[in-house]
Every structure is written in C-alpha cells, then in structure tokens.
C-alpha cells in the first residue's frame, strides 16, 4: 500500500513539475521572441507583413500592435500610417483616421498607395471632389495599377458621373462585369429602375454572369413589393359620380345658425286637434303643454325638463303627439283649454281640415 502511494506522489509530482516548466518556458517566450527578432535582417518588414495579415482575418488588436511596432521603428512607415488609419475607420473613429491618412499624404505626397487609400477614405465620406482629385493623381503615378483605376470608376458613378465612370470599369473588369458594378451602385442608391436597366444588360452580354441574374431578381422584387406597399396610395384616383340630385362630394358646406323656433300654447293645442280625428260621440282629449317659464318671460319647450303638471291616471287615448311629447299629462275635452277657446272656435278648426 505505501509503495502505491508512493508511486502516486512521484507521478503528481512530475505532473507539477512539468506544468510548472510550461508556465515558466510560456512566460519566457515574449523575451525570446523579442531577442528572436533583433536577430532578424530586416524586423520590421516580417511585423508589417504579420499587421497586414491579422488585419485581413479581423484580428484588429493583434494588427494595431503591429503597426504601432513599425511605427515605433519607422514613424514615417507610410504601410503602417495607413493601416492604422483603416483600422480606425473600420471602428469608426473617423478624425483619428483621417490624421493618420494625412500623416501618411505628408509623408509620401506623390505614392500611389497613400495617393488611393486616402482617396478611397473620401468616398466613404461622400466628398467627391476630393476623393477624385486624389484617384486620378494616383491612376496618373500608377497608369497600370487595375486597382487603382477601379477605385477611380467607383468615385465617379458615385459621384453621378457614370459616363466617365464605365470606361474605367470596362478597361479593369470588362463589358459585362462593368454593367453589373454599375447596377450594384444604383441599387445602394436607391435607384431600382436604373439598377435593373444595367443588370439586364450585364445579363445581355454575358448569359453566365450568374450574380447580375441573381441581383436583377432581387431588384424586381423590390420594386414589387415599393408598388404593393405605395402603388395604392400613388395611384391617380378618378372623381366620385354623385347620382342624380346627390350633393357633390367636392360641395363646402357653410356653417348657418339654427333658430329654434317655439310653439305657442295655442299652436300646440291646435295642432294636437287637428292630427287626430275621434270617433262621433267619443270623449275628446285634449294636451296640456306644461308652462316652462324662462328668465325672459315667455314660454319654455314643450321639450322642457319640467314635467311635473298633473297627470289624467282615467285617460285611456293617447295622441301621436303624446308619445312625441314622452309623459305629457292629459285631461277630458271637459278641461278649459290654454287662452279659453270656445267650442265653436274648435269647431271651426276641425273643419279646416
């Protein structure tokens, strides 16, 4: 048992010892790196080709310390200048791009590549003039470099030039390929009738060019869902037809003040009279309007609040009006009518009829 144990012992122990050797090699690497390094012909040439490499797959931190280590060696690394400065671009700190792009433009005023890449930043910013000013002083010190051309073509459709702007992509990528760049800007642009004229013609010269027929569908796809979403409400929409002594819809219509227009006890007395025809014989029944004194002095509404005038619980007959009127209490034909008309004047207003 104890010989086991001892086993296990030694074994952990070696264990630990040997991860205690890797931490101290792994912190020692750095120093061994940096001696590595002084050794070499030419440092800075491996750590600015190692910042370019780290800033193609993303690596943003490992590239910055690069390029500061040039910069370090070199502060006139013109490669370093403007990889610091794309760097900062990309994160978004655009005045600490733009210092490190005119750090470079001082330092190398007539290289094509500062020349480009400072113009390339000035498109991003939308200052045309600038940016191709700049494009054509570095197409002009390199005539040969593609690139560069291209970026000058990119500037000036951009910029609304498309005429100056096709021969540059027509001389770097070809007829087909020149088209369908030109349909790419339009479409970020948000001119979806030009974009889809330019696809179609890339498609037009080249059948095979798969990504023009890829995009031209996604351009008409947009403009079909724009004409679903907007075409209603774009859409010219033809006059009403009113029929025949209809107002027309287009007719204003002016305000006019309502006169109320009241009734007198003796209107209402006569009206109730005369929409009724009774019976011969039968017990006429007559209305009696509640008096609704205003503060004026004359007679309220027959619509008045005031309905507290004593109601007939034996009348059995209601008139058109007494429903109208909704609680209005009657009395027998017997009741003195409002203004003591005579039966001869009721008489005679029956008769009217």
């Not at 040439?45 to 910042?51: R, V």
């Not at 002594?245 to 009279?273: D, H, M, W, Y």
Request: with cysteine; aromatic share 6%; glycine share 8%.
């Amino acid at each position: 048992m104890s010989t086991t144990r001892l086993a296990l012992l030694a074994l952990s122990f070696s264990l630990l010892t040997g991860c205690a050797s890797g931490n101290l090699f792994a912190s020692k690497a750095p120093i061994k790196g940096d001696r590595e390094r002084r050794k070499l012909k030419d440092p800075t040439k491996l750590d600015l080709a190692y910042a370019k490499w780290q800033e193609q797959i993303g690596n943003v931190t490992e590239a910055r310390e690069r390029y500061q280590r040039v910069i370090s060696d070199n502060p006139q690394s013109v490669e370093a200048l403007l990889g610091l400065a794309r760097l900062d671009q990309v994160a978004g700190r655009t005045q600490e791009a733009e210092q490190s792009f005119r750090k470079a433009l001082k330092a190398a005023p007539n290289n094509p590549q500062v020349l480009d890449g400072v113009g390339q930043f000035y498109v991003s910013q939308d200052k045309w003039p600038a940016a191709i000013d700049l494009l054509k002083q570095a197409q002009a010190a390199a005539p040969s470099d593609t690139a560069i051309r291209f970026h000058l073509g990119v500037a000036l459709a951009k910029s609304g030039d498309i005429a100056a702007a096709r021969p540059h992509f027509v001389a770097t990528v070809g007829e087909a390929e020149a088209d369908y760049n030109l349909g790419l800007i339009m479409h970020d642009q948000g001119k979806l009738d030009a974009a889809e004229q330019y696809f179609s013609q890339a498609i037009t010269r080249k059948p095979a060019l798969e990504e023009a027929q890829f995009w031209l569908g996604e351009v008409r796809t947009e403009k079909q869902t724009k004409t679903l979403l907007t075409g209603a409400s774009a859409r010219n929409r033809p006059d009403l037809q009113a029929p025949a002594g209809a107002i027309p819809t287009t007719t204003k219509f002016q305000q006019t003040n309502i006169v109320e227009q009241r009734l007198s006890p003796t209107e209402a007395f006569g009206i109730q009279q005369t929409g009724i025809q009774l019976p011969a014989g039968a017990p006429a029944t007559v209305s009696t309007i509640p008096a609704d004194p205003l503060p004026s002095g004359g007679w309220g509404s027959p619509f008045g609040a005031n309905r507290s005038a004593p109601r007939n619980p034996t009348a059995t007959r209601s008139t058109p009006w007494q429903t109208l009127m909704g609680g209005v209490s009657t009395q027998t034909a017997t009741a003195t009518p409002p203004n003591e008309l005579s039966r001869q004047q009721l008489e005679q207003m029956q008769n009217q009829r």
